[in-house]
């Protein structure tokens, strides 16, 4: 198998249904490399994501806890947020454990870049990893934000993976990569 072959799709035209600050569609219609088209291709465009796995000097992980209306359930997860327009990813992710928590300072690294999901939608997320972060301020909270801090132990976050509760795929993944390399770290 060719790894150059790319096979992109061409695009015949393509018209946007929605344009709002959080929520980008648009229709393509698409002819395959194989000469099918396909009129009504659905793509969600968003800005670049971020999230982060925050350690503090004492091994603790820096969670957030809030409710997630798409599925009406209240879970723990992991720092989250966009990387606004020009803003470089690791900037963002700083600025969001910042306003969520509170939390900040310490050794960061890239952790993993992964898309949602690559056949509908634009955007990536930049996952990091935060060791030794401390509390340096209040949280800065937007409006629409209801999110409470926890530190928990690596033993109380691995049973959250291990018991399917952390329902976010982009946040379970880099934590499951984190555990899976742990002593590698």
């Known amino acids: 198998m060719e790894m150059n072959d790319e096979r992109k799709w061409e695009i015949i035209s393509s018209e946007y249904l929605i344009r709002r600050p ?24 968003y800005p670049d994501w971020v999230n982060v796995i925050a350690i503090t000097r004492k091994g603790e992980f820096v969670m957030i806890r809030q409710y997630r209306h798409g599925l009406g359930e209240t879970r723990y997860e992991l720092c989250a947020g966009v990387s606004e327009e020009g803003e470089d ?19 960061w690294q890239l952790w993993m870049t992964i898309s949602a999901n690559p056949s509908t939608t634009t955007n990536l997320t930049y996952c990091y990893l935060a060791t030794n972060v401390e509390l340096m301020s209040t ?16 033993k109380e976050v691995k049973a959250l993976l291990v018991n399917d509760e952390i329902r976010q795929a982009l946040m379970a993944a880099p934590l499951w990569k984190y555990f899976a390399n742990i002593n590698k770290v």
């Not at 992710?93 to 910042?98: H, N, Q």
């Open 89 to 107: 990813p690791i900037d963002s992710a700083r600025r969001e454990l910042l306003e969520e928590t509170g939390y900040g300072g310490g050794e």
């Open 139 to 154: 949280q800065q909270l937007e409006e629409t934000e209801d999110i409470t801090v926890h530190l928990l132990t690596e």
């Open 22 to 45: 959080w929520l980008t569609a648009r229709r393509d219609h698409v002819r395959l490399p194989t000469g099918v088209e396909n009129p009504e291709f659905y793509i969600l465009e």
